[in-house]
């Protein structure tokens, strides 16, 4: 899987990178990070690559000649998705990470500022995307979590796993609550059917604590989740319960 990443700050990419298992993933050669610094692309003597707003206002835009500039400056395979990371984009989401994961790489544009040049958007095939309604800064931490959770479907980046279909969002539930030693901690028990080695009935219970999660935090999953008979009769006794 190939990232390139355009930025006015390689440095931020770089160390979180250095830092974490994608590290260890690049180092294996599963993941391939290409960090392009825009500001090298900038096409006059003082590296400009900022410019005020015509029409007036706050803030600085970027200039769009160092982006296409960046971009065309790339050796990409063909058919690899650009995201132009923006407040303005479609909501990043496990689906469409996995998407990404499926092709051969993706260009990420990161701007700062107020922004960029609307004829980026124009003038490049870009897909606009966010990672949530907040605002940063710019789009270097919006392209981390984007890498972060592309890579970690590439198969071999994270050790001996269960598959990532069975995790939360894939399977489209939260997921039931995680102990370990000691089984008593400052008063707090782990739960006895934990403990009883009953396999079967431990399932059970954690099916139905993923299931009662995600009805009280996140109900809006449910109506997306893939559940079976068994499921749909636990959700209608939560239902009753609430009502009574
Ligand atoms: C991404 C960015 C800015 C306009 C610009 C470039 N979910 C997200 N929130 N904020 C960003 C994002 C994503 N993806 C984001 C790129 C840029 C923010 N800014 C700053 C702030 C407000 N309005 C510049």
Same mark, same amino acid.
């Given at each position: 899987m190939r990232f390139y990443?355009?930025?006015?700050?390689?440095?931020?990419l770089a160390g979180?990178?250095?830092?974490?298992?994608l590290g260890r993933a690049i180092h294996r050669e599963l993941v391939e990070l290409?960090?392009?610094?825009? %500001?090298?692309?900038?096409?006059? !003597?003082?590296?400009? +690559?900022? =410019? *005020?707003?015509y029409g007036g206002g706050p803030g600085m835009v970027m200039k769009p000649e160092p982006i296409f500039g960046a971009l065309e400056s790339l050796d990409t395979p063909p058919g690899v998705p650009i995201l132009?990371?923006?407040?303005q984009g479609e909501t990043?989401?496990?689906?469409?990470?996995?998407?990404?994961?499926?092709?051969?790489g993706v260009v990420l544009i990161c701007g700062r500022y107020e922004?960029?040049?609307?004829?980026? %958007?124009?003038?490049?095939?870009? !897909?606009?995307?966010? +990672?949530? =309604? *907040?605002v940063l800064t710019g789009g270097e931490f919006a392209a981390l979590s984007i890498i972060d959770a592309v890579s970690r479907l590439v198969p071999g980046v994270l050790g001996e796993q269960r598959s990532p279909e069975e995790e939360t969002f894939s399977r489209g539930l939260l997921e039931y609550p995680q102990y370990t030693r000691p089984a008593q901690f400052r008063g707090m028990r782990v739960p006895d059917v934990l403990l009883s080695g009953n396999h079967a009935l431990i399932e059970r219970w954690r099916r139905e604590q993923s299931l009662l999660r995600t009805f009280l935090k996140r109900p809006d999953l449910l109506d997306r989740a893939h559940l079976d008979e068994d499921d749909l009769k636990f959700i209608e006794s939560l239902k009753k319960r609430k009502n009574a």
């Amino acid at each position: 899987m190939r990232f390139y990443v355009l930025t006015l700050f390689p440095g931020i990419l770089a160390g979180a990178v250095s830092e974490s298992i994608l590290g260890r993933a690049i180092h294996r050669e599963l993941v391939e990070l290409t960090l392009v610094d825009i %500001r090298d692309f900038a096409d006059n !003597r003082h590296k400009v +690559v900022d =410019d *005020y707003p015509y029409g007036g206002g706050p803030g600085m835009v970027m200039k769009p000649e160092p982006i296409f500039g960046a971009l065309e400056s790339l050796d990409t395979p063909p058919g690899v998705p650009i995201l132009l990371l923006t407040p303005q984009g479609e909501t990043f989401d496990q689906e469409l990470a996995r998407e990404l994961s499926e092709g051969p790489g993706v260009v990420l544009i990161c701007g700062r500022y107020e922004g960029i040049d609307e004829r980026v %958007r124009e003038g490049l095939p870009v !897909r606009e995307v966010s +990672v949530g =309604d *907040y605002v940063l800064t710019g789009g270097e931490f919006a392209a981390l979590s984007i890498i972060d959770a592309v890579s970690r479907l590439v198969p071999g980046v994270l050790g001996e796993q269960r598959s990532p279909e069975e995790e939360t969002f894939s399977r489209g539930l939260l997921e039931y609550p995680q102990y370990t030693r000691p089984a008593q901690f400052r008063g707090m028990r782990v739960p006895d059917v934990l403990l009883s080695g009953n396999h079967a009935l431990i399932e059970r219970w954690r099916r139905e604590q993923s299931l009662l999660r995600t009805f009280l935090k996140r109900p809006d999953l449910l109506d997306r989740a893939h559940l079976d008979e068994d499921d749909l009769k636990f959700i209608e006794s939560l239902k009753k319960r609430k009502n009574a």
